[in-house]
């Protein structure tokens, strides 16, 4: 089972490399406090760059009211688990800023201005754009919510993270891979109480 953080302390993991093969780590805590956390607590994406010159070329973040455990299968690291998330809506989505460098940050020529190690949900990082929403910073994030964060790099790989927020604020993370419609398969060893029937509010 995964640990669960008190909102004062949780931060999140995306992991640049996709699959089961890898563990999530969860940050220390953060000092500092948030207006687009639960419970006055920072959600940081920490970003490692696996290949020299790699550079963030979008982010998404989507929210979805309930999820469904479609399947479990033992892996070497662990249960890892289909899961089919519903209702999804974009509640924060950026890029890489159009006007720099013809929108494509060059190889060699000042990508380091487009490879943020941590990005903290609401705050826009230097050199983006946000899309979602057209102005101002995104909702909070809601307790008995889902959230699947979606790193885009330049090098064309793509990592998720699936989380839940509790009702009290604490957070689940896993590691997660696309599947088909609005699945993803999780690992390793989702929490029996990670989904949601009725949705939250």
């Known amino acids: 089972m995964k640990p669960r953080l008190s909102p004062a302390i949780f931060a999140l993991i995306a992991l640049l490399t996709v699959g089961c093969s890898s563990h999530n780590e ?69 890029a890489v800023e159009k006007s720099m460098l013809n929108g494509v940050p060059l190889i060699g020529h000042g990508e380091n201005r487009y490879s943020p190690a941590e990005v903290k949900y609401g705050t826009l990082p230097d050199h983006f754009e946000e899309s979602m929403p057209s102005s101002g910073p995104p909702e909070p994030l809601e307790p008995n919510h889902y959230y699947v964060f979606a790193a885009d790099r330049g090098s064309g790989s793509i990592s998720y993270q699936a989380v839940k927020v509790n009702g009290d604020g604490s957070l689940e993370a896993y590691e997660a891979e696309p599947r088909a419609g609005s699945s993803f398969l999780l690992c390793c060893n989702v929490a029996a109480d990670f989904t949601l029937s009725g949705g939250g509010s």
Do not use: C
């Open 26 to 94: 969860l940050q220390p805590p953060s000092s500092s406090s948030a207006d687009n956390g639960v419970g006055g607590a920072d959600a940081k994406i920490h970003i490692n760059y696996s290949h020299a010159g790699d550079y963030l070329a979008s982010m998404s973040v989507t929210k979805y009211p309930t999820a469904e455990i479609l399947q479990t299968t033992n892996t070497n690291n662990g249960a890892a688990s289909v899961v089919r998330f519903d209702a999804g809506i974009v509640v924060w989505e950026f």
